[in-house]
């Protein structure tokens, strides 16, 4: 008898990725991410969640173009760049982040949403998150690695912010903080992706430096 042994090549399962916000750090980490994992051969489900459309004052932070006015977000980012036949799936969802509901079956989610709400969300979610926040040339990026003492005390009722400081680009100044959380969410996805320890938590501005958060104990009392 001839023993016949067949080798079966296991096929990876694409990550569920939701992207929730498709503003200044949602729409750079998404051009910084599909590139890269289309660079190191990875396979990807990701979801754009917004329901804004494009309007003129996005422009300049914000990965649009003047062809892109009035359109929703998500389905200018998606017809720019996703690729038919690619490894990278990408899909628009032009809604808000109202329920929990509408993250089930995500193996990763990340939020860069100006609103406390959303961000609460996807805090209690059992998957591995990304909270990315900035403002003017500040950044905060928080995780499911972060003590949740401290991720409360972080996220307290406030009214919808811009990542540009109130009258700063009327002044002539736009600021670069959105830039720097994207950079941190792209690298966040790409090591949970390959199973290495992604970056947990950060803090601080491109003109100070790095900031410190307060002491859990702190948070606590």
Not at 52 to 74: C, F, I, P, S
Not at 109 to 138: S, Y
Not at 143 to 163: F, G, I, Q, R, Y
Request: aromatic content about 4%; hydrophobic content about 45%; glycine content about 10%.
């Amino acid at each position: 008898m001839v023993e016949l042994l067949t080798s079966v090549k296991t096929i990876e399962t694409p990550k569920k990725l939701a992207l929730i916000g498709a503003g200044g750090i949602g729409t750079n980490l998404i051009e910084l991410l599909v590139p890269a994992l289309q660079r190191l051969g990875m396979t990807a489900h990701i979801t754009l969640m917004d329901d804004d459309v494009v309007e003129a004052g996005n422009l300049g932070h914000q990965r649009y173009t003047m062809e892109d006015l009035g359109m929703k977000k998500v389905n200018a980012l998606v017809s720019r760049m996703a690729i038919e036949g690619n490894a990278i799936e990408i899909v628009a969802q032009a809604e808000n982040l109202r329920q929990a509901n509408q993250l089930d079956g995500y193996d990763l989610v990340v939020v860069c949403v100006d609103r406390p709400e959303p961000r609460r969300l996807v805090h209690a979610l059992h998957a591995p998150w990304l909270d990315l926040r900035c403002g003017g040339d500040g950044y905060v990026m928080l995780s499911s690695e972060s003590p949740v003492a401290l991720v409360n005390h972080m996220t307290p009722d406030h009214e919808p912010m811009s990542c540009q400081h109130p009258g700063a680009l009327e002044d002539g100044n736009l600021e670069f903080g959105f830039a720097v959380a994207a950079a941190y969410g792209a690298q966040w996805v790409i090591q949970h992706m390959r199973g290495n320890q992604p970056p947990v938590q950060a803090m601080g501005s491109l003109t100070y430096g790095a900031f410190n958060f307060p002491a859990v104990s702190e948070v606590s009392a």
